[in-house]
């Protein structure tokens, strides 16, 4: 936002959010002979709101992979690469490639909400799958989602979900998420990130802060300005990432796709 409160031009620059599945798969020495089969998908979850998830492999999904908050689709990368199963990595509303949150029933929690989505993509896209993986976020939706269409959930698997959340125990993600609404550089996002993620390597960082659906910036370099942050109804969400989209801007240093990045 201008000092006036409107909102400044933005370049949107296309960018190839696939092209780095080979690093994904060095860090963890996962095979690698060329790029997988993995495409976008959307789902229209009410009239005029989409829900957009990453589809893995041919065939119909066996797993569907929920993200934490402030995360999206591709905090699961390096898993689909290690399973090389057909997958559907789901990005919640709010968050990805993905509309807003539902916001509608009021009286439901936001992770309830989720489900309602969570619902109708399953049905549409992966009736058959074998479990719902979810994590944080994504765990306590997919909780929901078993509530609301047991039919849609035959296993579920919850990955770092505490039995109750509350300010004190999500505090280090809250102090994450809660972080300056813009940072001047690039670099200045990433080192936000690093010193909130002290076991992750770097690399895995600048790839997780590297690319997503949004970024304010009007330089073609990975040091420009502008980086935002935005929230989200259900959290906030660093769309910060690779600050040009360009892929051939992003390969000098920079990374791929994914939203802020707690996990990628």
């Known amino acids: 936002m201008s000092d006036e409160g409107r909102d400044e031009p933005v370049e949107r620059v296309e960018y190839d959010e696939f092209a780095y599945f080979h690093e994904n798969a060095a860090e963890f020495g996962l095979a690698f002979d060329g790029p997988p089969m993995v495409r976008r998908v959307s789902v229209e979850v009410e009239p005029g709101r989409h829900l957009s998830a990453l589809r893995w492999a041919d065939g119909s999904p066996e797993l569907v992979l929920v993200h934490g908050g402030a995360q999206n689709a591709h905090t699961w990368d390096t898993v689909a690469l290690a399973l090389d199963r057909p997958l559907l990595a789901v990005d919640l509303g709010g968050h990805g490639h993905s509309d807003v949150a539902r916001t509608e029933p009021t009286a439901l929690s936001a992770p309830e909400r989720h489900g309602l989505d969570l619902a109708v993509v399953i049905a549409a896209l992966a009736p058959d799958a074998m479990a719902v993986v979810g994590m944080s976020l994504?765990?306590?939706?997919?909780?929901?989602?078993?509530?609301?269409?047991?039919?849609?959930?035959?296993?579920?698997?919850?990955?770092?979900?505490?039995?109750?959340?509350?300010?004190?125990?999500a505090k280090a993600i809250l102090d994450f998420v809660s972080g300056p609404a813009t940072f001047a550089r690039f670099d200045d996002l990433l080192a936000r990130t690093i010193e909130f993620n002290p076991t992750r390597t770097v690399e895995s960082l600048r790839r997780g802060s590297c690319t997503t659906p949004s970024s304010r910036t009007t330089d073609r370099g990975c040091g420009a300005t502008g980086v935002t942050a935005t929230t989200t109804h259900s959290s906030t969400t660093l769309v910060a990432s690779c600050p040009t989209r360009a892929t051939a801007q992003c390969t000098n240093g920079c990374g791929r796709r994914s939203a802020p990045s707690r996990s990628t």
């Open 138 to 169: 994504g765990g306590l939706s997919s909780i929901a989602l078993a509530e609301q269409a047991p039919e849609l959930v035959r296993r579920l698997v919850l990955v770092d979900v505490t039995p109750g959340v509350t300010g004190e125990k």
